[in-house]
């Protein structure tokens, strides 16, 4: 019988992102599920791809 692993379970909701706030450079949190992420400082919300898409622009 397969094994199924249920991600959603152990999964915080909330994943610490390594990236920085584009606005103020606070830290950003990653929301797993919406493809989100949500800086707790000035809490601006961004895409995770413009996020993604602006790091390795400044690599
Ligand atoms: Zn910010």
């Known amino acids: 019988m ?8 152990q999964a915080n909701p909330f994943v610490r992102a390594h990236f920085d706030c ?6 950003l949190w990653e ?13 601006e919300l961004f895409d995770s791809s413009e996020i993604f898409d ?5 690599e």
């Not at 397969?2 to 379970?9: R, S, T």
């Not at 929301?31 to 809490?43: F, G, L, P, S």
């Open 31 to 43: 929301y797993a599920i919406q493809d989100r992420m949500v800086c707790e400082d000035c809490r």
């Open 54 to 58: 602006e790091s390795i622009a400044h």
């Open 22 to 27: 584009l606005n103020c450079g606070g830290k």
């Open 2 to 9: 397969a094994e199924f692993k249920n991600l959603y379970a």
